[in-house]
């Protein structure tokens, strides 16, 4: 009995021991630096080149580039009314701005210049590249559409495919890498499943008990989205298997965007806190660590060979009842977090 109660003893010290060396080794997360960038306009979802160390911010109605060690502006591309996000194709040399007023401009990687502009649906919003499928994908909230269109599109006189039709209004997007696209749909508090080579909505996932989806990546490795919800305030972790919600975590007001970099996971939230979640030797989530960046820091993308994470703000007016505060002139910047 004792040799049983002392080999139990043993072995619970061994599994805690690894459990907290595997947080260990993943380190802990802390803000390194901030750039002071300036400018006018909003904000909206960061993207970053990790090879050319690159970010492209959408301004509202300029995109600003700026350089990710150092925050020196590169440039500054115009022509936009309403933007909200850049996708990136290396293969074409292009870059894809999706424009809330019904457009999407492409512009020259090398040059920044813009090359053109086509008509999109109105609310044009999230926006990446499937370099499966090899096509960018946009998605319009107020039509509850996804949109596609190929690289190598002429600029002048191309147009965008026919739409597909989701089913809800959709917010972002997280790609397999195998031929589908996970769209979370904020209105009906799902994630659409879509075929992109039969160009069908397959099925609609329930992400309770988390509601109001809006931030989405994936891990394609292991199947699983992240799902970031406004209300209930939650990062859902879904199988992509079969949508089965896997687990369910606490988080704080205003997510809008997950992101995820091989070994953790992230919701950046408008209050001001960075969530990371993380999986456990047994398979279950836990959030662990939540630090604090800045008020606004809501959006984000992650280098996830350099372990930094980019977070776009501004320092805020004191907000009226009932409204957002309004960002103070000239103060916008990106807030640089890394691991340690």
């Not at 700026?66 to 996708?87: E, M, R, T």
């Not at 960075?274 to 820091?297: C, N, P, R, Y």
Request: include cysteine; charge should be negative; glycine fraction near 12%.
């Amino acid at each position: 009995m004792y040799s049983r109660n002392l080999l139990a003893g043993f072995l619970i010290v061994v599994v805690s021991f690894a459990l907290t060396s595997s947080v260990a080794a993943q380190g802990t997360w802390a803000v390194e630096k901030t750039f002071h960038i300036g400018g006018d306009g909003g904000m909206d979802y960061i993207t970053l080149d990790a090879n050319n160390h690159r970010l492209y911010v959408p301004r509202s109605t300029h995109t600003m580039v700026i350089d990710a060690d150092s925050g020196k502006i590169l440039g500054d591309i115009p022509g936009q009314k309403h933007n909200h996000g850049v996708a990136l194709v290396p293969e074409a040399g292009r870059g894809f701005i999706s424009d809330g007023e019904g457009a999407v401009v492409i512009f020259d990687l090398k040059t920044n210049a813009v090359l053109g502009t086509l008509k999109a649906h109105p609310d044009a919003d999230g926006i990446i590249y499937d370099k499966a499928s090899g096509l960018v994908l946009v998605v319009s909230g107020d039509d509850g559409i996804l949109m596609t269109l190929k690289p190598d599109v002429d600029p002048k006189t191309g147009s965008i495919d026919a739409p597909i039709e989701l089913g809800g209004k959709p917010e972002y997007l997280a790609p397999d890498g195998a031929g589908k696209v996970y769209i979370n749909l904020e209105d009906k508090n799902q994630v659409a499943v879509v075929d992109l080579k039969a160009r069908k909505v397959l099925a609609h996932w329930p992400v309770a008990p988390g509601g109001a989806p809006v931030g989405l990546s994936i891990d394609p490795a292991k199947h699983r989205l992240f799902v970031g919800c406004r209300n209930p305030q939650k990062m859902i972790v879904m199988s992509t298997d079969d949508g089965k919600v896997v687990a369910d975590l606490p988080i704080t007001a205003g997510v809008d965007a997950t992101k995820f970099d091989g070994q953790q996971a992230f919701s950046s939230c408008r209050d001001g806190k960075l969530h990371v979640v993380g999986e456990t030797a047994d398979g279950k989530f836990e959030i662990q660590q939540v630090m604090t960046t800045a008020v606004g820091a809501k959006t984000m993308d992650v280098d996830p060979d350099q372990h930094k994470i980019y977070l776009p703000t501004a320092e805020f007016e004191e907000a009226k009842p009932g409204t957002r505060p309004a960002a103070k002139p000239g103060t916008f910047m990106i807030i640089v977090v890394g691991r340690h």
